[in-house]
């Protein structure tokens, strides 16, 4: 039986690279580890934890003799390193060299536009993903050093579902770079179009990067063309909450705002009529956006944002509809036109459904790992 060890700087099965570890570990065949900083949920799916401590930030520098004793106790025979565009350099650390290993770099992230900046406050970008110290170390990192990197430490395979880390690095010497799209689980439950009541849901983090205050500011023409339209916020608790709250309040009952944790999140998009992520950055989250490919996994039309986390999964018109960020008329409109036009709502419905499951699905992701394992394991 294959032993693999995830090294990942934080794991949570909630977040999308932890989902994804989470998956693999439960579709590839193999005894699977994981070493992280702090595992904060999901132990349950793995035949070890390994929790070094320290800041996530620095993961894991300062910590090789840790890691070396964790990689002692695991004897892997692989090494599945999990992170962005610095995961190069952490294929680089000594305590890695004797191992066998592949990458798989969730996103290649990069500083936001001039232009985006208007988009959000410093400090609101400063508590999200979209301005983080690694989010300047990228945007500056040259790509040939990245893949010179890769070549030194021995990785030759590396697994993205970010096409900038594709186009990056998939034709560099000596790299095999593998696309996947992920995130879409097999539900026999379904979203059905309701014109007298409908609901439109949100689910994740409570940050003004994500576009809730667009959403909100949206949705007074929404309800004033759907006088019967409920939003529901499924919002994990952020520093801005407070703020969204009060927000979401002053537009009285027609707002619902969930802050506990949901026992069943595709439950919720189930029964809902839209779901819209409206997200202000390419990097608000990794690609791709997970709840977004959850809702069309149930048959849930999606209004998204033209930005990269969403553009890795939702084709414009195609598997639902996409409008500039930070854009509350373009995104009512959206919203309007699914839910008062049955024929377009079950259009995106089907369609979105389609590209989830010839596309998306966990088992491809499994099937595409499973090989990659298997040919570096050959070589």
Same mark, same amino acid.
């Given at each position: 039986?294959?032993?693999?060890?995830?090294?990942?700087?934080?794991?949570?099965?909630?977040?999308?690279?932890?989902?994804?570890?989470?998956?693999?570990?439960?579709?590839?065949?193999?005894?699977?580890?994981?070493?992280?900083?702090?595992?904060?949920?999901?132990?349950?799916?793995?035949?070890?934890?390994?929790?070094?401590?320290?800041?996530?930030?620095?993961?894991?520098?300062?910590?090789?003799?840790?890691?070396?004793?964790?990689?002692?106790?695991?004897?892997?025979?692989?090494?599945?390193?999990?992170?962005?565009?610095?995961?190069?350099?952490?294929?680089?650390?000594?305590?890695?060299?004797?191992?066998?290993?592949?990458?798989?770099?969730?996103?290649?992230?990069?500083?936001?536009?001039?232009?985006?900046?208007?988009?959000?406050?410093?400090?609101?970008? %400063?508590?999200?993903?979209?301005?983080? #110290?690694?989010? /300047? $170390? *990228?945007?500056?990192? !040259?790509?040939? =050093? +990245?893949?010179? &990197?890769?070549?030194?430490?021995?990785?030759?395979?590396?697994?993205?579902?970010?096409?900038?880390?594709?186009?990056?690095?998939?034709?560099?010497?000596?790299?095999?770079?593998?696309?996947?799209?992920?995130?879409?689980?097999?539900?026999?439950?379904?979203?059905?179009?309701?014109?007298?009541?409908?609901?439109?849901?949100?689910?994740?983090?409570?940050?003004?990067?994500?576009?809730?205050?667009?959403?909100?500011?949206?949705?007074?023409?929404?309800?004033?063309?759907?006088?019967?339209?409920?939003?529901?916020?499924?919002?994990?608790?952020?520093?801005?909450?407070?703020?969204?709250?009060? %927000?979401?309040?002053?537009?009285?009952? #027609?707002?619902? /705002? $969930? *802050?506990?944790?949901? !026992?069943?999140? =595709? +439950?919720?998009? &189930?029964?809902?009529?839209?779901?819209?992520?409206?997200?202000?950055?390419?990097?608000?989250?990794?690609?791709?956006?997970?709840?977004?490919?959850?809702?069309?996994?149930?048959?849930?039309?999606?209004?998204?944002?033209?930005?990269?986390?969403?553009?890795?999964?939702?084709?414009?018109?195609?598997?639902?509809?996409?409008?500039?960020?930070?854009?509350?008329?373009?995104?009512?409109?959206?919203?309007?036109?699914?839910?008062?036009?049955?024929?377009?709502?079950?259009?995106?419905?089907?369609?979105?459904?389609?590209?989830?499951?010839?596309?998306?699905?966990?088992?491809?992701?499994?099937?595409?790992?499973?090989?990659?394992?298997?040919?570096?394991?050959?070589?």
């Amino acid at each position: 039986m294959t032993r693999v060890a995830h090294v990942i700087a934080e794991f949570s099965a909630k977040e999308a690279m932890g989902r994804t570890v989470t998956e693999l570990a439960h579709r590839v065949d193999g005894e699977h580890h994981v070493v992280t900083t702090h595992a904060l949920d999901g132990q349950d799916a793995f035949a070890g934890v390994h929790e070094l401590g320290g800041a996530l930030e620095t993961f894991p520098l300062g910590r090789s003799d840790a890691l070396r004793d964790a990689l002692d106790k695991i004897g892997p025979d692989l090494v599945h390193l999990h992170a962005g565009a610095l995961g190069p350099f952490l294929s680089l650390l000594p305590v890695l060299r004797p191992h066998r290993k592949l990458l798989t770099a969730y996103a290649w992230p990069t500083l936001p536009g001039p232009a985006a900046w208007r988009r959000a406050t410093v400090a609101e970008m %400063r508590t999200s993903n979209v301005l983080r #110290a690694r989010v /300047v $170390v *990228t945007t500056v990192l !040259p790509v040939p =050093l +990245a893949a010179a &990197a890769l070549r030194r430490s021995g990785v030759t395979t590396v697994l993205t579902p970010d096409p900038r880390v594709a186009e990056r690095l998939g034709h560099r010497r000596g790299l095999n770079v593998v696309r996947f799209t992920s995130g879409a689980p097999a539900d026999p439950r379904r979203a059905n179009f309701d014109a007298a009541q409908p609901t439109i849901v949100f689910a994740g983090r409570a940050e003004s990067v994500r576009g809730l205050d667009t959403l909100l500011e949206a949705f007074g023409p929404v309800r004033a063309a759907v006088p019967g339209v409920r939003l529901r916020l499924l919002l994990i608790p952020r520093p801005e909450l407070p703020r969204i709250l009060a %927000r979401a309040g002053a537009a009285g009952e #027609a707002i619902e /705002v $969930v *802050t506990e944790p949901v !026992p069943d999140l =595709l +439950a919720e998009l &189930a029964a809902a009529q839209v779901g819209t992520w409206p997200f202000k950055f390419d990097y608000t989250t990794s690609p791709p956006a997970m709840a977004l490919v959850e809702a069309m996994a149930v048959g849930l039309p999606v209004v998204g944002t033209d930005v990269a986390c969403v553009r890795a999964v939702l084709d414009n018109r195609v598997n639902g509809l996409s409008v500039p960020p930070a854009d509350p008329p373009a995104l009512a409109r959206a919203l309007i036109t699914l839910l008062r036009d049955e024929q377009t709502w079950q259009r995106y419905a089907t369609a979105g459904l389609e590209a989830a499951t010839q596309r998306m699905g966990w088992e491809r992701v499994a099937q595409t790992t499973a090989e990659a394992y298997a040919s570096v394991l050959r070589s």
